[in-house]
């Protein structure tokens, strides 16, 4: 690559026009949900049996889910109100109150009606956890130090208990608990009277911290294998087979320490660990109240259910997902991805992957993309067009070596393959051959560090103009087919730029970060000033240029849990779509530019991807 008269090597320079994006924006157009797709098979990010071990409640993507044990497949009651991701559940010793968390806020429900009964959003809550009289502990995270705060989510009242708590875990009836400090010790504590229960043992980093069914022992994983089991008077340190063990009591004695594969039993009176076996059912467990019945949990799965002695035969608990792990539309169809699983989006959703294959990632535009598949042949991934019967791939597309890629993206008419590997970017079209490749290496010689890294790729229609930003803040056009630099420019130090979109004829958004909020950057041609910046009061998670490139869609969260439509000549906000849960999940056009498919639900509906019409 040479640079020519064309190339630009000043910081890019501030536009004087900022948008600032509201709920009362005007609104010139329309977006309206089409279709909702529910698809069952929602990740489990924790989950906590009821004292009686009938029930259970499981935090799925931002619903929790109270389930019967003896029919795991039929939801009994499902508690809704956070928009993103519910990352902790506890259920009080009545069984008549749930309390999840979900982005620092606890959220309190009533189970005889299943409506939301309060909230608590002082402070950014990490843990929460129920004491005998129903009244909830709080972990809340302060600039200072920990705090503990006792919440009565019936009366909204509240009270600071002490600080110092870095966390905290309470007996099934509430009268007991294990505490772990912010001076990196850990003790057995009595949560009524707010006082210690013997001596603390210490624990540099925190793991895991458990308590006994009933309150009369607690554990804790930490740094260096160190396992520590508290009992009045009988404290130990023991070693345990694996580096950062999820912890589980069976019984009051029989204490399990899961770490990678490997499972293994301690006697708590004795201190005495057995040799650890297999078990394949889950990173972490939470045993019933039978000490046999387990919940295995693992990251962005189901959970499973099981019988501590027979994890083979495990049930996998199928609820209603939020969101999708990518979406998009391949050969004109709308396709979205759940735990690996491809389905063709319809009123009745069906498998388009095989039994051993996975779909991992979607790369679309304009109706048109590339899946990203791996199969247990070898466990490498590979690119793969959709077809009527699913999908096929060749020889050329197969041996795209995908191993090191970072994110994988498609050019607005979808035809090209964008693969970017954070050293390399390449660009590969539908037969798979390769239409243009650069190095960070490369860049040397415009002052671009090479062992800077390219945070996002983006081409024009074709692949004719590749566009990058780079982590050290610089950016760049090429045009691919002369390898010459069409522009550089270096972002502002206090701007932190994120993720790159391009338009068929080039025109750019680049989402960044400045004193706080999110903005959009937009950019027209060879351009290094943006004629745009528009503030948002959200995160944006993707973003996508219309076919046509006159329309910018954004895949918002946080505070403004939508999809966006931006008029691309004024940046001018034109629709939003109705609220809608969790993040992420993809977002893209089809071929006539009148829908948007998001792997999101609709807010408050068991549905994991939506289908937007919009009317210009």
């Known amino acids: ?86 990352t902790s559940v506890s259920v009080s010793p009545a069984a008549d109150l749930v309390v999840g968390l979900s982005n620092g806020v606890a959220y309190a429900w009533q189970l005889s009606n299943g409506k939301l009964l ?18 909830v502990i709080l972990v809340l995270d302060t600039t200072d130090a920990n705090l503990a705060v006792l919440w009565n989510p019936r009366t909204d009242g509240d ?83 694996g580096e950062r063990a999820a912890l589980a009591f069976a019984t009051p004695t029989d204490l399990y320490a899961k770490s990678g594969t490997k499972l293994q039993r301690w006697n708590v009176q004795t201190g005495m660990g057995e040799t650890p076996v297999d078990y394949f059912a889950g990173a972490r467990l939470i045993i019933a109240p039978d000490g046999k019945t387990v919940i295995g949990l693992s990251r962005d799965w189901p959970a499973r259910l099981s019988t501590l002695t027979r994890p083979d035969d495990a049930r996998r608990v199928n609820l209603p997902a939020a969101r999708v792990s990518d979406s998009g539309y391949l050969n004109g169809v709308p396709v979205a991805a759940l735990t690996d699983v491809g389905y063709r989006l319809s009123a009745t959703p069906h498998v388009v ?81 390769k239409i243009f490749g650069l190095s960070i290496e490369a860049l040397e010689d415009l002052d671009v560090d090479p062992d800077d890294t390219f945070l996002d790729v983006a081409a024009s229609a074709g692949g004719k103009v590749l566009a990058l930003i780079t982590q050290g803040g610089h950016a760049l056009r090429i045009d691919t087919s002369s390898r010459e630099l069409i522009s550089q420019a270096q972002f502002p130090r206090d701007v932190t730029p994120a993720l790159l979109a391009s338009a068929p004829d080039g025109t750019l958004a680049v989402t960044v970060r400045r004193a706080g909020e999110q903005q959009i950057w937009l950019f027209r041609g060879e351009d290094t000033t943006p004629y745009r910046q528009v503030t948002l009061d959200g995160s944006v998670e993707d973003l996508a240029f219309s076919p046509d490139g006159t329309h910018l869609a954004l895949n918002a969260s946080g505070n403004l849990p939508h999809v966006l439509v931006l008029r691309v000549s004024d940046g001018q906000e034109v629709a939003r779509s109705p609220k809608l849960s969790m993040y992420d999940g993809g977002l893209t056009w089809n071929a006539a530019g009148t829908q948007l498919l998001v792997g999101r639900g609709q807010f408050g509906t068991d549905s994991a991807a939506t289908l937007l019409t919009f009317q210009r």
């Open 1 to 86: 690559m040479t640079r020519n008269r064309r190339a630009h090597l000043t910081a890019l320079k501030l536009a004087t026009l900022t948008l600032a994006l509201t709920a009362t924006a005007a609104e010139a157009a329309s977006l309206k949900v089409a279709a909702s797709y529910r698809l069952n098979g929602a990740s489990a990010n924790d989950a906590v049996w009821f004292p009686n071990g009938k029930r259970f409640a499981v935090a799925t993507d931002n619903t929790v889910t109270v389930v019967d044990a003896a029919q795991p497949d039929r939801p009994a009651q499902t508690l809704r109100g956070p928009t993103e991701a519910i």
């Open 353 to 433: 992957t095989e039994d051993e294959s996975w779909l991992l990632s979607i790369a679309s535009a304009a109706g048109e993309g590339f899946g990203v598949l791996e199969d247990e042949q070898d466990f490498e991934p590979y690119l793969a067009l959709l077809g009527a019967q699913g999908f096929d791939t060749t020889d050329d597309l197969y041996e795209i070596d995908l191993s090191e890629a970072e994110r994988l993206t498609a050019s607005p008419d979808g035809r090209v393959a964008i693969v970017n590997s954070g050293s390399h970017a390449e660009l590969f079209d539908a037969t798979g051959r």
């Open 159 to 241: 009270r600071q208990l002490n600080e110092g708590v870095l966390d905290i875990v309470t007996s099934r009836d509430g009268q007991r608990a294990v505490v772990a400090d912010g001076k990196g010790r850990v003790t057995l504590w009595d949560p009524v009277a707010w006082k210690p229960l013997g001596q603390a043992l210490p624990c540099k980093t925190l793991y895991a911290l458990v308590i006994a069914p009933d309150g009369s022992a607690g554990a804790a994983s930490c740094e260096d294998r160190k396992g520590l089991i508290l009992r009045q008077g009988a404290n130990r340190t023991v070693t345990l087979s």
């Open 118 to 135: 309060n909230t608590f959003d002082t402070l950014n809550a990490t843990s929460a956890q129920f004491r005998a009289d129903g009244q």
